[in-house]
């Protein structure tokens, strides 16, 4: 890996680490739940890089590593569908009663 | 070709946007929702463009798992119930350490050379996290069911230098691995450092408590982005990064909130043996239990004008939520107005009391937070406790010598009465006396949870019916 693009991803990183925690912070503790499983699905970002290796051209290593990739593609999408769907499902019970 | 790339790329930078407004929605239950839906559009967007990237040569593999991983995932969405939340939302922490741990192994499989040094680090990196959140959520995940494992604290002689040992050989191993990707070796120290991390993950979580599981899944749910960020070096994939660094700093904000919460360090928790017999005698307790009927404590509760239930984990045990409603719904009718005190670390995981009580569909206004709740207590007629302990003890707030020393309380011994509603005799998961349930103002009222509740409706109803 070269050192240029290195430097430039973990500026990414620090950057992407301050976001994370000034807007996280902001979540209330009433929906710590549903920001958890929300994260589940996010961290099922790894499915892009799945992808990559799954989709690996024919031939030598290659064979191996796309049948590890689909694997990983398999996991992954649990966690995107998995995590999107329930905490949809979660959301939807949150329900503030008129007073009668 | 190169327009393709550059409309990847544009892609992945408003799937970002849409995950960080996602979260920024979330800072309200109204919009909470909406913020859910974009995300999961930039998330689909982000799918959709990387399978037409020209890297992309074959789809038989991905196929595959993108219909079997959806399926999986479907399933888990719609079949756990409510109170098995904390269950899911580990395993789903272990999935995404998995994912990670594989993309490394595949990259390391398919392209051991030209990795450099710090192609090396990373791979390492992405492999230990990886294999860490997978094996520890699996731990996480069987401690919560009760299944395989007790809940109970695993401690053994010699733990900490294990451990250490442990440690040790998955820093050799990576530094040799790094040094050289393409020497033969190296695929060994590959598989060595990712099998020692999988058996750290198993020594980390394996003494630690089943209350404690809060902190645990938390810390896992930090590293599942952790592990999702590593992975995004080895792709050199900026979106990876950026979504990796929201959900890790999610989990660690999280882990931190719950340790303040028991007033111990993450250090302290993940030493472990918490809950273990505590030695050392505290102050001597005063007073005696004093036991109330259901008919009695109707009595209580139908006088009362300010109610307040602090519901702990005995309430998801005994899936109490709906009867705690059909109650509250009561108690208005009659005139009372009622309110829930939650505690940041009641059940088994952030928040666990609040969707609990949301899917039994009660109004999240009338939950409150701790700080909010308890300048408010002397002015509460009924403070009732459904299955928690711990986190009412007064022992926090006047035994110095107490474990639980330090921690915020909600303080219900301050209200007028207090009853509360437990199975037996036994103490917390801290192994203490609740000096609470010895106070002249506090009734026991005994039995299952639900059973105690349902018996109080019937009374309400019975008393409204003649």
């Known amino acids: 890996m070269e050192t240029t693009i290195l430097i430039f991803l973990l500026f990414i990183l620090v950057l992407s680490i301050f976001l994370g925690f000034e807007v996280i912070s902001k979540v209330p503790s009433l929906l710590h739940t549903p920001l958890m499983s929300g994260s589940n699905a996010i961290s099922g970002i790894t499915v892009l890089g799945a992808i990559l290796a799954a989709g690996l051209a024919k031939g030598g290593n290659n064979d191996f590593a796309a049948i590890l990739g689909g694997c990983a593609v398999g996991f992954a999408m649990i966690n995107v569908t998995g995590g999107y769907f329930v905490t949809n499902r979660m959301l939807n019970m949150f329900k503030k009663k008129e007073k009668k | ?466």
């Open chain 2, 1 to 466: 070709m190169e327009q393709l790339n550059t409309l990847i790329n544009i892609v992945y930078i408003l799937s970002a946007v849409t995950f960080i407004l996602g979260f920024k929605l979330m800072s309200n239950p109204i919009s909470a929702r909406r913020g859910n839906l974009i995300s999961a559009v930039g998330m689909g967007a982000a799918i959709i463009v990387t399978l037409m990237d020209t890297h992309v040569e074959r789809y038989e593999f991905i196929l595959m798992g993108m219909v079997v991983g959806t399926l999986i995932g479907l399933l888990f969405a719609f079949r756990t119930p409510m109170t098995g939340m904390p269950q899911m939302v580990g395993l789903l922490n272990g999935f995404g350490g998995t994912a990670s741990l594989l993309v490394a192994w595949a990259e390391f499989h398919a392209h051991p050379a030209g990795q450099g040094i710090f192609g090396g680090i990373v791979l390492w990196l992405t492999a230990i996290i990886g294999s860490v959140t997978f094996s520890g959520s699996l731990i996480a995940w069987a401690k919560l069911e009760e299944k395989f494992i007790s809940g109970k604290p695993v401690m053994y002689t010699g733990q900490q230098f294990v451990t250490g040992a442990v440690l040790v050989g998955i820093l050799g191993a990576g530094i040799m691995f790094a040094l050289d990707t393409v020497a033969p070796e190296a695929y060994r120290y590959f598989a060595l450092f990712s099998v020692l991390a999988l058996i750290l993950g198993v020594l980390l979580v394996i003494p630690i408590g089943g209350a404690d599981m809060p902190v645990v899944i938390c810390l896992l749910n930090s590293y599942s982005g952790m592990a999702a960020c590593a992975s995004g070096f080895i792709v050199q994939n900026n979106l990876l990064i950026v979504a990796g660094a929201l959900v890790g700093a999610s989990g660690i904000i999280l882990t931190l909130i719950m340790c303040k919460a028991m007033n111990r360090s993450v250090a302290n928790v993940f030493l472990g043996g918490f809950g273990a017999p505590v030695s050392g005698s505290g102050v001597d307790v005063v007073g005696e239990l004093k036991e109330v009927k259901a008919d009695d404590a109707y009595l209580m509760l139908e006088a009362a004008n300010r109610v307040v239930i602090v519901p702990g984990y005995g309430m998801a045990v005994s899936q109490a939520q709906h009867a705690v409603r059909e109650l509250t719904e009561a108690l208005e009718k009659n005139g009372a107005e009622v309110s829930f005190a939650i505690h940041p670390v009641a059940g088994r995981m952030p928040g666990h009391m609040n969707v609990l009580l949301a899917e039994a569909n009660i109004s999240y206004d009338a939950m409150v937070e701790m700080d909010a709740i308890n300048p408010t207590m002397e002015t509460v007629d009924i403070c009732m406790i459904i299955g928690a302990n711990d986190v009412v003890n007064p022992a926090a707030q006047e035994d110095k010598t107490s474990p639980l020393w330090g921690m915020p309380i909600i303080e219900a011994n301050r209200a007028r009465t207090v009853i509360v509603m437990k199975r037996g005799k036994g103490k917390g998961f801290a192994g203490v006396e609740n000096l609470l349930f010895y106070r002249n103002n506090c009734r026991m009222l005994y039995g299952d949870a639900k059973g105690s509740l349902q018996a109080l409706i019937g009374e309400f109803k019975s008393a409204a019916g003649s």
